[in-house]
């Protein structure tokens, strides 16, 4: 799939990433440029289990997908044609540890134009996708699963923190937080 994203993505331009979650605070790219962006006809959703970054295979988490449907708001990152391959391969092994997502070529709206950037979006077909949870199981989920780099509940709130400081209103995501800050009750802390 690498190999195919490459070929897409062909080399002659810059490359640019579309990033929803844990790449708006932790991007871990060397890159030129970065822009707000928005997406048509994809979503950012808390649906997909981690095993691995925020989860057990006894106890899995939750990480964000991109979901079709819908509009998302997110951030592009620019990086330069000279070092797109190497920055490939090393979000390739940062995001396809397990080869759930599918890599697609979305159009990215930005302030400064039009731009095609790779997402890793989520199919509904996936087993890795949740499908519907119930508040509780959000709940339990928050104050138990923590994998690798730590627990659901901490990415989605370093995630809703970011959203917040670019302007972004992620009013799914406020409510599945105010969900874990209920469970862990006043002044305490679930996770």
Known sequence: MLR???SQWGGEDDLW??????????PELDFAERRQAQVHGWHRALKMWSQVNRGTP????????LLS?????????????AA?????ATLWRREMVTGVYDPRWLPCRTAAGPVRALAFTLSRRSPQHTGTLCDDEYRRIF??????????RAYAQET???L?????????????????????GPGGSAA
């Open 4 to 6: 195919h994203a490459v």
């Open 17 to 26: 990433i579309f990033g929803y979650g844990s790449l708006l605070w932790r």
């Open 58 to 65: 006894e106890c899995p988490g939750l990480v964000f997908g």
């Open 69 to 81: 449907g819908g509009s998302c708001q997110g951030m592009v990152f620019r990086l330069p044609r």
């Open 84 to 88: 797109g391959a190497e920055g490939l």
């Open 143 to 152: 104050s138990t699963a923590r994998g690798r780099f730590g627990s659901t």
């Open 160 to 162: 809703y923190a970011e």
């Open 164 to 184: 917040r400081r670019m302007g972004i209103e992620d009013r799914a995501l406020a409510r599945l937080l105010r969900l874990s800050q209920a469970e862990s």
